[in-house]
């Protein structure tokens, strides 16, 4: 994969506010939830590049093949969510990209998550690249969203 120099600005901001029904016995953002709102972040993040999760034309479908999430400081209820997302890389076949979750008002960083997506031809069901004549893949890995992050070469 060709790796990108990181980004010191976010592609997109995704605003939450952390709900009664998302704690847990502690009174506090309920972990699991965490990822619920990073998934949500990431869908709006693949919409600013015209990509998305479900099947798109080709036959292909991109899965998550791996996340690491690290919880730092509690969110409790009401807390105003503020999450930036940066794509560290991408190829035909993955997408590798990197979120960071704020208290919206204190300022202070919440948690983090990274991913790696693939990218599953289903036919096969394996990875395998996006089509060449898939003008949604090359958008994404030939021409990234404007302020993006030169690509290396491999």
């Not at 479900?54 to 996340?67: D, S």
């Not at 990209?97 to 008002?105: I, L, P, R, Y």
């Not at 893949?137 to 690509?151: E, Y």
Request: hydrophobic share 40%; no cysteine; proline share 6%.
């Amino acid at each position: 994969m060709s790796e990108r120099e990181p980004s010191f600005q976010p592609y997109e901001e995704f605003r939450s506010v952390v709900r009664a029904e998302w704690t847990d016995l502690n009174e506090h953002f309920n972990s699991v939830r965490y990822l619920d709102v990073f998934r949500d972040a990431f869908v709006q993040f693949l919409g600013t590049a015209d990509l998305s999760v479900r099947t798109h034309p080709g036959g292909g479908t991109m899965f998550q093949g791996e996340a690491h999430v690290r919880y730092e400081r509690e969110l409790l209820v009401g807390a105003p969510i503020l999450v930036r997302s940066w794509l560290v890389a991408a190829d035909a076949k993955r997408l590798h990209h990197f979120h960071e979750m704020f208290h919206a008002e204190a300022g202070f960083r919440a948690a983090t998550a990274e991913y790696l997506h693939l990218h599953i031809t289903l036919e096969t069901r394996r990875v395998g690249p996006m089509p060449a004549d898939d003008a949604v893949g090359r958008r994404i890995v030939l021409a990234p969203p404007a302020g993006a992050p030169s690509q290396g070469s491999d």
